[in-house]
């Protein structure tokens, strides 16, 4: 049967998702616990490559194996094989045909950022502090410049060769909490490498001063990635919220809330 998981996971200690060679992966973490559990050879589909450092609030994985136990029980039972920092919250059965990555309509994700010239061990390796003063509103302002269908290439890492440096940003919201930490949410059909970090370092620029908001879209009409802000450290960013609008079975999991 074809098995989905939803689950979450702190990436601090893993070297992102995809199996790697240099260091432990949270694809290889939970494919060695289901093989132990259910004695099978099976492999992990997960919905995206986080980058080492990475979190996700919410994070849905594929596999295809027999299983005798239920699925009702089977996150508790995977959680017994896993460390503190992957938790399983969910397993349901679906189509043959599912892939947890190719399936997926959309993703959202979530940067942290708090402006202190004071850490904050509460907040270490969960949101990355920047040292001076921030404009929230500048911020969401230069933020609604990245919505719509877009070449990214000016906020984006060289890594795995793509087709097309286009892609289509549905939403890209800036708010600030009571204790002063600024979340950035991203919300597209798909990310270039680095690019939601880049788009948020951007956002830092424009927050701080650096940059005027409407400069965005002259950065993102040069293509040109020197012309836009830093990428941010891996430690402020979750994959926070998942899309499956044609996969009902995974309703139950509130992937989306």
């Not at 289901?34 to 980058?51: I, M, P, Q």
Request: net charge neutral.
């Amino acid at each position: 049967m074809n098995i989905a998981l939803s689950l979450c996971y702190v990436g601090t200690e893993y070297h992102g998702w995809q199996v790697q060679k240099n260091g432990a992966s949270v694809q290889e973490t939970i494919t060695h616990a289901v093989n132990k559990l259910l004695g099978c050879d099976t492999y992990l589909s997960g919905v995206g490559r986080t980058d080492a450092g990475v979190h996700a609030r919410r994070y849905v994985a594929n596999f295809k194996a027999d299983c005798r136990i239920p699925l009702d029980r089977l996150p508790l039972a995977l959680g017994a094989q896993l460390p503190e920092d992957i938790a399983i919250r969910g397993a349901v059965q679906v189509p043959d045909h599912f892939d947890a990555r190719f399936d997926c309509t959309k993703k959202e994700y979530a940067y942290y950022v708090y402006p202190s010239k004071m850490r904050d061990p509460f907040l270490s390796d969960r949101a990355y502090r920047y040292s001076y003063p921030l404009d929230p509103a500048r911020m969401q302002e230069g933020a609604q410049f990245f919505v719509g269908k877009h070449d990214f290439n000016a906020v984006r890492s060289v890594g795995t060769p793509v087709k097309s440096t286009v892609r289509t940003i549905f939403w890209c919201e800036v708010d600030q909490n009571a204790d002063g930490l600024i979340r950035i949410r991203v919300c597209g059909d798909g990310f270039l490498y680095n690019m939601v970090r880049a788009i948020a370092g951007t956002l830092v620029y424009v927050g701080s001063g650096k940059l005027a908001p409407a400069a965005v879209a002259d950065i993102l009409e040069s293509r040109d990635r020197e012309q836009a802000g830093p990428t941010l450290p891996a430690c402020g960013l979750f994959m926070n919220r998942l899309w499956y609008e044609h996969t009902p079975e995974l309703d139950p999991f509130r992937l989306s809330e």
